[in-house]
């Protein structure tokens, strides 16, 4: 690693591959603790947006699309420091950081709807859990990781641990599956310990005013071009060429698809968002399912395998990429030029839009779960659009209603099938029949992929050892004792890389350590054992 006294960032140039909210937030990083002049920091995206995960696109006539939501917490440290320094969508004068907390002030989380079976919802003041199981909960919480290795869930648990509560809950808010990583989950268990006792009614979960794109990454793109920083579009990186030695390793040419290389001068320097949870999805229709596609699509994930040939110390991307049907995900959007889902929903649960969150229909072949956001989610949504969001966990499963699997399901058979389940069919009919409904469904063939069994070095370090020029960013880096999924790991994989290169004398902020905290253990083991 280059010592801070050899660099003077105001000669620095910086490459950020990919535009995610890691890159977004590294390119913040550079320019306001680093000191690197904006105008020599480089974005390469090769889509022509920028925000990666944090999507959310659509109107009225054609549909809306968010291919996930993201949820947060009071102490993603990390994440809320960083939008507290950048001007909200609509009012200059208030941070993100701001819009959102008065948000959230205003829609507290107060699920009460959180599972549904037969129609009916489902009593969830009790996680439903054995004896042996509380405890093995409870040891997993206090295993070291490395002790774990590889090992899934299902090999720490036994086989009736998964008709729990606690598991219904926790499967369907953080997309663990029983083929997923323990050691993830201990990860999990760890951090959020002191919400485990409001799992079920999703208290402590907090949303944006809008979907992420609009409330984060469009004022985030605002700030850096104020800056001056470059968005390059329509530029994908193929490959890069590294010096390795013993004690150093340099990257010295960026490789791009369509235009000419990029050389990296000594004062150069490339960080790269390594892996995708986005990475060639794909759109149906109302009347069209998904595709599924795979590795031949795939840029960032082609790059890294590339990249990781080269050294052991670049990571080992098979684990996060070679199992698609073990990784990929349905999930779907609704719009309706009609309330009358949205009037039931809220009579039939009691929470308004925007309060509810995750509503899971547990008898539901495919696990499908939705959420009603605040209306309006996007600020282009008229007073009289309503939309949501929903997704199945079993997509290769024949559904109840619609006697095909999800995956191969249009917008329309997805909403029949979630219909059939509230028993609001013939409600709903009409609705669907009028051409006020539309509903497009997403392939995503990596979704979950940041959860498969792992070993130590299958993700790299942020700096590698030996580093004169280069970081990793993003999920697929590793930032020991953080949890992946969340907007926060990544911004926080970002403030390693720019302090570890560039020696800006600043602390990169503590993990909230949840579990010393004498309280919220209490409370976590009352619940458990409840």
Not at 366 to 384: E, G, K, T
Request: aromatic share 12%; proline share 4%; hydrophobic share 40%.
């Amino acid at each position: 690693m280059k010592s801070a006294d050899k660099i003077n960032p105001k000669n620095a140039k910086v490459f950020l591959v990919g535009s995610g909210i890691a890159s977004l937030a590294a390119a913040f990083y550079l320019e306001k603790d680093a000191g690197v002049p904006g105008g020599s920091i480089h974005i390469l995206e090769k889509s022509d947006i920028p925000g990666g995960a944090l999507d959310g696109t659509g109107d009225a006539e054609k549909g809306f699309v968010t291919r996930g939501g993201r949820m947060h917490e009071l102490h993603y440290t990390c994440y809320w420091d960083l939008l507290s320094y950048i001007p909200s969508l609509e009012d200059p004068s208030v941070s993100v950081r701001e819009e959102s907390f008065e948000f959230n002030r205003r829609f507290v989380s107060d699920a009460r709807a959180r599972l549904l079976k037969n129609g009916l919802k489902q009593d969830v003041s009790s996680f439903g859990l054995s004896l042996k199981q509380q405890k093995d909960l409870l040891k997993l919480t206090f295993t070291s990781e490395k002790s774990l290795g590889n090992q899934c869930i299902e090999d720490w648990f036994d086989k009736s641990f998964f008709t729990t509560n606690f598991w219904l809950i926790w499967t369907t808010m953080f997309a663990f599956q029983k083929w997923s990583s323990v050691a993830e989950m201990r990860r999990y268990m760890k951090r959020f310990i002191h919400l485990v006792d409001v799992l079920p009614k999703l208290g402590g979960i907090l949303r944006t005013k809008y979907d992420q794109y609009h409330s984060v990454v469009i004022p985030m793109r605002r700030y850096l071009e104020a800056k001056g920083v470059n968005f390059d579009f329509g530029t994908e990186v193929s490959d890069i060429d590294f010096d390795l030695w013993a004690d150093h390793k340099t990257a010295t040419v960026i490789h791009l698809a369509r235009t000419e290389d990029i050389v990296l001068g000594k004062n150069d320097f490339v960080f790269i968002t390594n892996g995708s949870l986005t990475e060639s999805t794909d759109n149906g229709t109302w009347d069209r399912p998904a595709k599924l596609k795979g590795m031949a699509e795939s840029g960032s994930w082609q790059l890294w395998k590339k990249i990781s040939e080269k050294n052991k110390v670049f990571g080992n991307p098979s684990p996060f990429c070679d199992s698609i049907d073990l990784q990929k995900w349905y999930s779907f959007t609704a719009t309706f030029k009609d309330s009358t889902f949205h009037d039931f929903m809220e009579n039939y649960s009691g929470n308004v839009d925007g309060t509810g969150g995750l509503v899971t229909i547990t008898d539901s072949s495919w696990l499908m779960s939705f959420v009603i956001a605040r209306q309006p989610h996007f600020p282009n949504q008229a007073r009289d659009i309503r939309i949501f969001w929903g997704y199945g966990l079993y997509p290769d499963r024949i559904g109840d209603y619609v006697k095909k699997p999800m995956s191969e399901c249009s917008g329309k058979e997805m909403l029949e099938e979630l219909f059939f389940h509230l028993k609001i069919l013939d409600l709903m009919k009409p609705v669907m029949e009028s051409g006020k409904a539309n509903c497009i469904p997403v392939a995503m063939p990596y979704a979950d992929s940041l959860f498969m069994p792992r070993v130590a070095g299958d993700r790299p370090d942020v700096i590698p050892e030996g580093s004169t020029n280069f970081a990793f960013l993003g999920q697929f880096a590793e930032a020991p004792t953080d949890c992946v999924f969340t907007v926060e790991y990544s911004v926080r994989t970002a403030q390693m890389a720019v302090y570890g290169l560039f020696g800006t004398g600043k602390q990169v902020m503590p993990v909230y350590d949840s579990i010393h905290h004498p309280e919220f253990l209490v409370r976590a083991v009352k619940a458990i054992n409840s």
